[in-house]
Each structure stands twice: as structure tokens, then as C-alpha cells.
């Protein structure tokens, strides 16, 4: 696949990105339900939502972005998940991986990337790999050539590979040098990179075989690599990205929680609706004179519940999107704490909003909307999916630990 020619609208500033982003979204909720149930891959959306120009949004001005702030970015994907989870969570990476240049990219990297990025053109991922010994043990590697000055090649096997199947540039997590690929102790201390390679380079091979039960749509699946030659300009140091403090991992766990809490917000709209429009009234609640579901005491309590988790849920987004975006202003060791804290307490709550709501769904809406055909029970499988991503246990402990001791957070950017 060549790389697309494709020209984008620029954004100008904040405002006209959530304008934007609330359109698409109304957009890309009709057929949503459909894609889900038939896997119909979202082609012709993401090349909307690149045309659109949302892609380009965290570009800094000094490169002719519009660098929205925390909040706007992670109201950008609340709205697109609360429409189609899938969809939203395609460019999550896109938007990390933009951060790994604006930290380490050069001036000349960044003019480039940008600029792509500006056309309208996708990052994908190929970070996580099976296998081996935990999330950490990277073993893909990244090797100079002997025989080639300022070219390296790149060899590894990478899953979970969300956005590469669309991508334009799969930036690729690996390790710089020959290290112990292979042992599986986690211990290797060679450096992580990020190589930015074309899709269509030789060596490079996606496989659709993501069969997850949730998601269903991202094409979530593998990335090999066989002796890919990238040009040195092509990578980006990263693990100097966590020698001081950093929101790398902030902002990507951000956006994860603007996922988790659009989930919440699309699974309560569809109860509500199917309750007012599909629900028959229990009998118990006719004989107390109840005549429709919606007047059902019971259920207006319930939804009153689940109204609350949702509303928690949106207020503890913006408030670290807000402590993002003063650590951003002013990064210190105790600003990005307070950032990845207030984060990680975010993220705890919509990932159990997103799972509590869209299993309620089919306590408030009643027998029928166990029907497959209805596939109602896409909100619940995208949200258990979802938020298996990383464990929200261990953000506990980090809060915990934070509130007990003023221990600050561990900076290896899943916080």
C-alpha cells in the first residue's frame, strides 16, 4: 500500500476542534452498531476523521498546529467513543507517538512529521509483543548496518498492533543494538527507540487477525518485521523520554480514560433510549400506577445511579486533562506527579463506569435487549475489552501510595 496522498483541513484552535469532533461523532454513530456486528473495518471513517483535520490538532503552533490543549484532546475522544468506541480508540497511538516527537523528535524530524501529520496523513503502533516476560521485555530490535552508513535494520514480531493496518507510518518500539534478544528475563538494558517506517516499506507485514470479543473494529493485530531498513533520521530516542519528568505516559492514559468515560456516556444514552421507546413496563409497577418503564421508580433510581457514575466519571477527565495542562505549563517532578495521579484516578473510575454501565444496560432495558440481533451488548464487550489494557489495580496502589506517603509515580509511561 502506498502512502496516501491526502490533503487536510487545518484546525485553527480549540473551539473549532470540538466543533469538528462533535460532527464526526454524530456522523460515525450511524453504522456504528452495523460495523461492529459485521467487522466492518472503518476505512472510509478514518479517512473522514483524517480529511477532518482532528489528527493534526496537538501539532504545535510553532510547526502550523493547532496544540489544543489536554482538555479539548480528551474531549476529542470522549465524543468519537461515546459514537463508535472502535473508531476512537484507532488514533489513540497516532496521538502518542506525535507526543514521542514533540519530546525527542529533532527540529528537522518534527518539521517532517509534522507536516505529514498535517496533510492528514496516520501514525499507527507496533509497540506490545507476546510472549515474553512482561509488557516491558521489548524484544524487537534495531541494528546499524555494517555495510550502510545512517541505516539500520529492524527485526522483531509485534501484537496488539491497534492503527497499523490504516496507518500511513507504523512507528515501531524496539531496542538499539544486538542486547539478549531472546532471553526473557526483562533485564535487557539496551535503549528503547521509536522507528518511524512506511507501511508499504519491504519487510514490513500486517496481519488482520485481531479476534477480540470487543473492539471488534480496530484491526488490532500483528506487525512483522523482517530486515527493515530505516534511515538513521527515522528514530527517536525515547528512553530518554523518562530520565526527568515527563507526561508521556499521562497523556496516553488520558486518552484511554476519554475512551473508558465515552463508552459510559453511549452505553447510558442507548438505555435510556431503549427504555423510553422498547421497555414494557414490569407488572408490579402498572398495579402501583406506573404505566410506562420510564415512570418505574425503581428504574428512574437506577438511572439515577448510573447518571452520577457517568457525571464522576466526565468531572474526573477534565480535571486531569486540567492537571495535565498545568504540568505542561510548568513541568516539574511534582507537577507530572500530580498529573499521572490525578490521571490514574480517572482512569480508574470511567474504566468501572464504562464496565458497571454498559452491563446495566441490560438490567434497566429488560429481556429483550439480550436479543443478538439488537447488539446492544457492544457497549459491555467494548468496555471489558477496553479496559484490559493496562491494570487499573495498580493505578490504585499508585494513588494510594501517593495520598498515604507522597510517594510520586514511577515514570515508565503507562501512569
Request: net charge negative.
Amino acid at each position: 500500500m502506498a502512502v496516501r496522498e491526502q490533503r487536510a483541513r487545518v484546525i485553527a484552535d480549540d473551539a473549532e476542534a470540538l466543533a469538528v469532533a462533535a460532527a464526526l461523532a454524530e456522523e460515525f454513530r450511524t453504522g456504528a452498531a452495523a460495523r461492529d456486528e459485521e467487522r466492518a473495518l472503518p476505512r472510509a471513517e478514518l479517512d473522514r476523521l483524517s480529511a477532518s483535520g482532528l489528527l493534526a490538532v496537538s501539532v504545535p503552533r510553532a510547526y502550523g498546529g493547532a496544540e489544543v490543549s489536554a482538555r479539548t484532546l480528551a474531549e476529542v475522544f470522549r465524543l468519537l467513543a461515546a459514537a463508535d468506541p472502535s473508531l476512537a480508540q484507532i488514533p489513540q497511538s497516532h496521538f502518542v507517538y506525535v507526543n514521542v516527537l514533540r519530546s525527542q523528535g529533532t527540529d528537522a524530524q518534527r518539521k517532517f512529521f509534522f507536516g505529514e501529520v498535517l496533510a492528514g496523513r496516520r501514525f499507527g503502533n507496533a509497540q506490545s509483543e507476546k510472549g515474553t516476560a512482561h509488557v516491558r521485555d521489548i524484544r524487537t530490535r534495531l541494528v546499524p548496518r555494517a555495510d550502510i552508513d545512517g541505516v539500520l535494520l529492524l527485526n522483531g514480531e509485534k501484537h496488539y498492533a491497534t492503527g497499523a493496518l490504516f496507518a500511513d507510518w507504523i512507528p515501531v518500539l524496539a531496542r538499539l543494538g544486538a542486547g539478549d534478544e531472546g532471553q526473557g528475563n526483562g533485564d535487557d538494558d539496551a535503549p528503547l527507540h521509536v522507528a518511524y517506517v512506511r507501511r508499504d516499506a519491504p519487510g514490513v507485514t500486517v496481519v488482520d487477525d485481531w479476534d477480540g470479543m470487543g473492539q471488534r473494529t480496530t484491526a488490532s493485530g500483528t506487525v512483522r518485521l523482517v530486515d527493515v531498513e530505516v534511515a538513521a533520521d527515522r528514530v527517536v530516542p525515547h528512553h530518554l523520554t523518562f530520565e526527568g519528568p515527563q507526561l508521556h505516559g499521562a497523556v496516553a492514559q488520558l486518552l484511554h480514560a476519554a475512551i473508558d468515560a465515552g463508552i459510559a456516556v453511549g452505553a447510558l444514552a442507548e438505555a435510556a433510549a431503549f427504555v423510553r421507546t422498547h421497555s414494557r413496563p414490569w407488572f408490579e409497577a402498572v398495579g402501583e400506577g406506573y404505566g410506562t418503564t420510564a415512570e418505574d421508580p425503581l428504574l428512574v433510581q437506577r438511572f439515577g445511579e448510573l447518571g452520577l457514575d457517568v457525571r464522576a466519571s466526565d468531572a474526573l477527565l477534565r480535571a486531569a486533562a486540567d492537571a495535565v495542562d498545568t504540568a505542561s505549563a510548568d513541568l516539574t517532578d511534582r507537577s507530572a506527579a500530580e498529573a499521572s495521579i490525578a490521571v490514574a484516578a480517572a482512569k480508574v473510575h470511567a474504566a468501572r463506569a464504562a464496565v458497571e454501565t454498559g452491563s446495566a444496560l441490560f438490567e434497566v432495558a429488560g429481556t429483550r435487549a439480550a436479543l443478538d440481533g439488537l447488539n446492544l451488548h457492544r457497549y459491555w464487550r467494548d468496555a471489558r475489552t477496553h479496559t484490559l489494557h493496562d491494570p487499573v489495580r495498580w493505578k490504585v496502589q499508585h494513588i494510594g501510595r501517593y495520598v498515604l506517603s507522597g510517594t510520586r509515580p514511577p515514570r515508565h509511561g503507562l501512569l
